[in-house]
């Protein structure tokens, strides 16, 4: 990220009539003055502030290069609104399951109405599903009416691509198929001003048989750390008290960097930072977690208490096929080591139902490793075949009635014990973060504790972005009613 008087000075230097510059970032400082002079002329055209909305759909990482897009959109001069009526629309969107793709081609369906009333109006198409060929094949055939095509590689170069995409009749598409680079010092626009996710790594090399995203995130780079902390101290100068800090799979950061370095040191890193006050991190592969991370977590001042530790399937043969690399005892006895020395934290995890050739009893050991681990929550997922992984091409005999009920039998115990465990802070008193006023009752604000479950509880907006102590008055199955209590009665 780079500050905008530092950027305005910059393009104050870069004279049009040259050619655009080959190194990045500075190549992109030129599009950005020309996109500007572009967006004004178009202002101008139409009497009136050219709007823009950016729709994400997806993981965390996919919202963070959502700030990113919306960063440029609006140091180019475009107004953001909430609404597909606006001028520029982008969709950045997700693969990871078929539902989330069937989304995006009912969405575009209805913005191309909304373009045949607005001629002007240009859609833009970035994220995950833009990089299976598959679809940009079916958008060249189907959806003509979309202007721009990029992929998860090339974000960075938005724009670029918009005047490309304004300078041209023809639907322009920027996929790469994977990249070493890391461009950082761009705008970027954050969505909340107490809080942000920063990457610290892009792609996966993991290669878990069902998981496309490897294919269309690329490999694993990790940030330099000087860069990671510069962001955070300068996201904490702005007011931000938290960050999570977000990759594919952070446990194995900084193994491709040219000074290694291990996730457990850069957390000792960032704890550092004066003013930051609370750190999270998404998400960790069992199979990478160090007991020097486990010693860091239980050590720090900062680090929320919370641990996502995906498990995908409790048998050891489906995460034999699912190319998991633990097994099933592996994995209970890494929980139960956190657990120990870490008694306070909050597990979470994702399952998958349905991967080819699971079975109920497949599913019963599932069922034992949720009832043993008692996690504070758990996102269950229906397998989707993704075209091109390993899976695709495995036989699944288990019927679709016999998923289903495996599925249901799963997500039962997952909300018993996670409704239990919720509830057991009951009558504490612990610290949280206020994040926004309550949608449905406006006395109410909400919070979120360290071991990341909500509290509301009565306040008004100007809690906002403060970390206040709240008494757990009542649990409601996945979230708690509340009282502030003063500092000084804790
Ligand atoms: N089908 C269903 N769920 C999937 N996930 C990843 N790939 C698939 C798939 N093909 C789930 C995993 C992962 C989460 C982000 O999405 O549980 O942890
Ligand atoms: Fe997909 Fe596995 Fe990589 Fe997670 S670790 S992104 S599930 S391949």
């Not at 193994?255 to 890193?269: D, G, I, N, R, V």
Request: charged letters at 25%.
């Amino acid at each position: 990220m780079i500050k905008n008087e530092e950027l305005e000075a910059i393009l104050q230097t870069i004279d049009l009539r040259d050619d655009a510059p080959t190194d990045e970032p500075m190549r992109q400082y030129y599009f950005i003055k020309q996109a500007r002079e572009l967006v004004s002329a178009e202002r101008a055209k139409l009497g009136r502030p050219l709007t823009a909305d950016g729709e994400t759909f997806g993981c965390q990482m996919n919202a963070k290069d959502s700030e990113k897009l919306i960063g440029i959109l609006e140091n180019i001069g475009f107004e953001m609104i909430d609404d597909e009526s606006a001028d520029l629309v982008f969709y950045n969107t997700c693969t990871v399951r078929d539902n989330a793709n069937q989304r995006v081609y009912g969405r575009l369906g209805f913005v191309n109405q909304m373009k045949k009333k607005n001629p002007h109006k240009k859609i833009a198409l970035c994220g995950c599903m833009m990089q299976e060929p598959s679809v940009i094949e079916k958008i060249q055939k189907s959806y003509k009416f979309v202007d721009l095509i990029f992929g998860t590689h090339n974000i960075y170069k938005f724009a670029e691509l918009i005047v490309s995409m304004y300078n041209s009749n023809e639907m322009i598409i920027d996929i790469w198929e994977d990249t070493n680079k890391i461009v950082e010092d761009l705008p970027a626009e954050r969505k909340y001003s107490f809080k942000s996710g920063v990457n610290i790594m892009y792609g996966c090399n993991n290669f878990c048989s069902y998981c496309i995203v490897p294919y269309v995130r690329g490999r694993e780079r990790s940030r330099n750390p000087r860069d990671i902390i510069q962001e955070i101290e300068k996201l904490v100068t702005e007011g931000v008290v938290e960050v999570m800090l977000l990759g594919q799979n952070v446990n194995s950061y900084g193994k491709t960097l040219e000074e290694p370095m291990s996730f457990a040191q850069l957390l000792q890193e960032v704890e550092k930072i004066e003013g930051l006050q609370r750190i999270r991190f998404m998400t960790s592969h069992p199979k990478d977690l160090s007991d020097d991370l486990i010693q860091v977590m239980k050590h720090s001042r900062k680090i929320c208490r919370h641990l996502h530790l995906p498990l995908q399937a409790g048998s050891t043969r489906i995460l034999e096929a699912m190319n998991r690399r633990y097994t099933k005892e592996q994995y209970l006895a890494l929980a139960h080591k956190i657990r120990r020395e870490i008694p306070d934290i909050a597990l979470t995890t994702d399952i998958i139902v349905g991967f080819p050739g699971e079975t109920a009893a497949d599913v019963d050991e599932t069922i034992e490793v949720v009832r043993e681990v008692q996690y504070d929550n758990a996102f269950t997922f229906l397998y989707s075949k993704r075209t091109g992984t390993p899976a695709a091409t495995m036989p699944n005999p288990t019927g679709e009635d016999e998923i289903k009920a495996n599925f249901d039998r799963l997500l039962k115990v997952v909300q018993e014990t996670a409704r239990s465990r919720v509830g057991r802070l009951t009558g504490q008193v612990q610290s949280a973060l206020v994040e926004e006023c309550n949608e449905h009752d406006s006395t109410l604000v909400s919070g979120r504790l360290s071991n990341n479950t909500i509290v509301h509880f009565p306040g008004d907006s100007s809690l906002i972005g403060k970390i206040v102590n709240v008494r757990l008055v009542e649990s409601h199955g996945f979230y708690y009613m509340g009282e502030q209590v003063p500092d000084n009665i804790v």
